[in-house]
Nanobody, 123 residues
Framework: QVQLVESGGGLVQAGGSLRLSCAASGLTLSNYAMGWFRQAPGKEREFVMAITRNADRTYYADSVKGRFTISRDNTKNTVYLQMNNLKPEDTAAYYC????????????????WGQGAQVTVSS
Protein backbone atom coordinates (compact mmCIF):
# COMPACT_ATOMS: atom_id res chain seq x y z
CA GLN A 1 0.00 0.00 0.00
CA VAL A 2 1.46 3.31 -1.12
CA GLN A 3 1.43 6.05 1.45
CA LEU A 4 2.81 9.59 1.43
CA VAL A 5 2.86 11.49 4.70
CA GLU A 6 3.64 15.20 4.85
CA SER A 7 4.93 16.80 8.02
CA GLY A 8 6.52 20.02 9.17
CA GLY A 9 3.66 22.40 8.57
CA GLY A 10 2.55 25.00 11.08
CA LEU A 11 2.07 28.66 11.85
CA VAL A 12 4.90 31.07 11.12
CA GLN A 13 5.28 34.81 10.83
CA ALA A 14 5.97 36.47 7.52
CA GLY A 15 9.66 36.26 6.70
CA GLY A 16 10.04 33.01 8.59
CA SER A 17 10.94 29.54 7.40
CA LEU A 18 9.53 26.04 7.47
CA ARG A 19 10.69 22.72 6.09
CA LEU A 20 8.13 20.23 4.91
CA SER A 21 8.92 16.55 4.66
CA CYS A 22 7.15 13.92 2.63
CA ALA A 23 7.86 10.37 3.77
CA ALA A 24 6.92 7.66 1.30
CA SER A 25 6.21 4.01 1.98
CA GLY A 26 5.04 1.17 -0.21
CA LEU A 27 7.06 2.39 -3.17
CA THR A 28 10.65 2.93 -4.27
CA LEU A 29 11.02 6.68 -4.34
CA SER A 30 13.78 6.66 -6.93
CA ASN A 31 11.23 5.43 -9.48
CA TYR A 32 9.16 8.59 -9.10
CA ALA A 33 9.50 12.23 -9.90
CA MET A 34 8.24 14.17 -6.90
CA GLY A 35 6.22 17.32 -6.75
CA TRP A 36 4.85 19.71 -4.18
CA PHE A 37 1.51 21.38 -4.74
CA ARG A 38 -0.60 23.67 -2.61
CA GLN A 39 -4.19 24.66 -2.28
CA ALA A 40 -5.42 27.80 -0.58
CA PRO A 41 -9.03 28.13 0.59
CA GLY A 42 -11.33 28.82 -2.33
CA LYS A 43 -8.61 28.26 -4.89
CA GLU A 44 -7.53 25.41 -7.12
CA ARG A 45 -4.56 23.29 -6.25
CA GLU A 46 -1.43 24.68 -7.88
CA PHE A 47 2.07 23.51 -8.62
CA VAL A 48 4.89 24.67 -6.33
CA MET A 49 8.08 22.71 -7.05
CA ALA A 50 9.18 19.39 -8.50
CA ILE A 51 12.32 17.28 -8.67
CA THR A 52 13.27 14.55 -11.08
CA ARG A 53 13.98 10.96 -10.05
CA ASN A 54 17.71 11.39 -9.69
CA ALA A 55 17.52 15.04 -8.60
CA ASP A 56 19.32 16.30 -11.68
CA ARG A 57 16.64 18.88 -12.38
CA THR A 58 14.10 20.89 -10.43
CA TYR A 59 11.08 22.90 -11.50
CA TYR A 60 9.41 25.74 -9.69
CA ALA A 61 6.50 28.11 -9.85
CA ASP A 62 7.47 31.75 -10.36
CA SER A 63 5.78 32.66 -7.09
CA VAL A 64 8.35 30.70 -5.05
CA LYS A 65 11.48 31.36 -7.09
CA GLY A 66 14.45 32.15 -4.90
CA ARG A 67 12.54 31.36 -1.68
CA PHE A 68 11.72 27.63 -1.83
CA THR A 69 14.03 24.68 -2.43
CA ILE A 70 13.13 21.09 -3.12
CA SER A 71 15.39 18.15 -2.35
CA ARG A 72 15.14 14.41 -1.96
CA ASP A 73 16.87 11.57 -0.19
CA ASN A 74 16.05 8.37 -2.02
CA THR A 75 17.80 6.31 0.65
CA LYS A 76 15.28 7.63 3.17
CA ASN A 77 12.36 7.62 0.75
CA THR A 78 11.79 11.26 1.68
CA VAL A 79 11.35 14.53 -0.19
CA TYR A 80 11.74 17.95 1.38
CA LEU A 81 10.48 21.45 0.69
CA GLN A 82 12.50 24.18 2.34
CA MET A 83 10.47 27.37 2.46
CA ASN A 84 12.21 30.62 3.33
CA ASN A 85 11.01 34.20 3.47
CA LEU A 86 7.44 33.02 3.73
CA LYS A 87 4.64 35.39 2.80
CA PRO A 88 0.97 35.44 3.84
CA GLU A 89 0.06 34.40 0.30
CA ASP A 90 1.95 31.15 0.85
CA THR A 91 -0.76 30.10 3.29
CA ALA A 92 -2.22 26.85 2.00
CA ALA A 93 -2.43 23.12 2.44
CA TYR A 94 0.71 21.62 0.90
CA TYR A 95 0.62 18.24 -0.79
CA CYS A 96 3.37 16.02 -2.08
CA UNK A 97 2.84 13.81 -5.10
CA UNK A 98 4.76 10.84 -6.46
CA UNK A 99 4.62 10.87 -10.24
CA UNK A 100 5.51 7.58 -11.93
CA UNK A 101 5.50 8.84 -15.50
CA UNK A 102 6.13 12.58 -15.69
CA UNK A 103 8.45 15.18 -14.21
CA UNK A 104 6.40 15.83 -11.08
CA UNK A 105 5.25 19.26 -12.15
CA UNK A 106 1.77 18.28 -13.31
CA UNK A 107 -1.18 16.74 -11.55
CA UNK A 108 -1.05 13.41 -13.32
CA UNK A 109 -3.97 11.08 -12.81
CA UNK A 110 -1.69 8.17 -11.95
CA UNK A 111 0.25 10.02 -9.26
CA UNK A 112 0.10 9.13 -5.58
CA TRP A 113 -0.82 11.95 -3.18
CA GLY A 114 -0.31 12.69 0.46
CA GLN A 115 -2.99 13.98 2.80
CA GLY A 116 -1.54 17.48 3.03
CA ALA A 117 0.16 19.67 5.61
CA GLN A 118 -1.20 23.07 6.57
CA VAL A 119 1.08 26.07 6.35
CA THR A 120 -0.19 29.36 7.74
CA VAL A 121 1.81 32.55 7.42
CA SER A 122 0.74 35.50 9.51
CA SER A 123 1.47 39.09 8.54
Amino acid sequence: QVQLVESGGGLVQAGGSLRLSCAASGLTLSNYAMGWFRQAPGKEREFVMAITRNADRTYYADSVKGRFTISRDNTKNTVYLQMNNLKPEDTAAYYCAADPTGYGNRQNADAHWGQGAQVTVSS
